[in-house]
């Protein structure tokens, strides 16, 4: 076994497991040791009483930093930021172009559709 690393556990294994298994967990402790608890190792885990890196818990039930932005903001429908603004506004010429590159029949359905949707649409004042 090699020499225990400093900050780090030693390498253990269960036993009574199938054969080779014993040997495949020492090589893989070996190549990237355990941290050893007892010394404050950080944990990967978040923080405990073995130190770890603090992590800030926001107050869901305070009051917002951001009184300004709509409720929806994030979210794919409704006021605010949504990223829905970087679809093209020509959507049948859209359609048109992934219908090009990826043919389907539900893709010709989807883009028909939409194009009966867009003639059949009252004019916008």
Do not use: C, H, K, W
């Amino acid at each position: 076994m090699p020499r225990n690393r400093q900050g780090t556990q030693p390498v253990r294994v269960p036993t009574g497991g199938p054969q080779g298994q014993r040997q495949q967990l020492e090589t893989a402790q070996q190549v990237i040791p355990l941290p050893d608890r007892q010394s404050g190792g950080v944990s990967p885990v978040g923080p405990g009483p073995n130190g770890g890196v603090p992590v800030e818990r926001p107050d869901v039930f305070g009051p917002t930093s951001r009184p300004g932005e709509p409720l929806t903001a994030g979210a794919p429908a409704g006021p605010g930021s949504n990223g829905i603004g970087m679809l093209p506004d020509d959507v049948d010429g859209f359609l048109r172009a992934i219908e090009m590159q990826y043919p389907s029949p539900g893709l010709r359905r989807l883009r028909e559709f939409s194009a009966s949707r867009t003639r059949d649409a009252p004019p916008v004042s």
